[in-house]
């Protein structure tokens, strides 16, 4: 993500997430922050999702992530997820963590598919929902060198 990709993901953040939206400095400021990573998704000349991560190695955090509807179920959230985490990786983080609306369950279930847990609950995190804590841990395997997530 660049700071020419602003205006499109603050279009697809407010439309998102119109109770809860990231403003637009807050964004700009998240770009230019040390240990972040921000990337984004286009479909011809469309930006269709984005997502970011914070990394302070060991841990790290998905900042923010989403998905624009019409392209929902296409591999989109999959491709960026898979992104980030292959990010952390090779920044040392081990920990990953994020936080998801309790009222999300196609969000929930893509973070589970790769191996995150729930760990706790944030009462009134967001307006109008709670927030789902998860946690993904991943250690070196026995002898491929890939990580591989522990339960």
Do not use: C
């Not at 230019?32 to 955090?61: F, H, I, K, M």
């Amino acid at each position: 993500m660049t700071g020419d990709d602003v205006p499109a993901v603050m279009e697809l953040e407010r439309a998102l997430f119109p109770e809860d939206a990231w403003s637009e400095n807050m964004l700009r400021e998240e770009l230019g922050a040390q240990g972040r990573s921000y990337v984004v998704a286009e479909t011809g000349d469309a930006l269709v999702g984005y997502a970011g991560l914070r990394s302070v190695p060991p841990e790290g955090d998905v900042q923010t992530m989403a998905v624009a509807r019409p392209v929902w179920g296409r591999g989109v959230g999959r491709a960026l997820l898979a992104e980030l985490l292959d990010r952390a990786d090779r920044n040392g983080v081990t920990h990953m963590f994020l936080e998801v609306r309790d009222d999300n369950p196609r969000a929930q279930d893509l973070y589970a598919r790769f191996g995150f847990r729930q760990i706790g609950v944030r009462r009134g995190y967001y307006k109008g929902a709670d927030a789902i804590v998860m946690r993904r841990v991943a250690t070196a395997g026995p002898e491929s060198g890939e990580s591989e997530e522990r339960a």
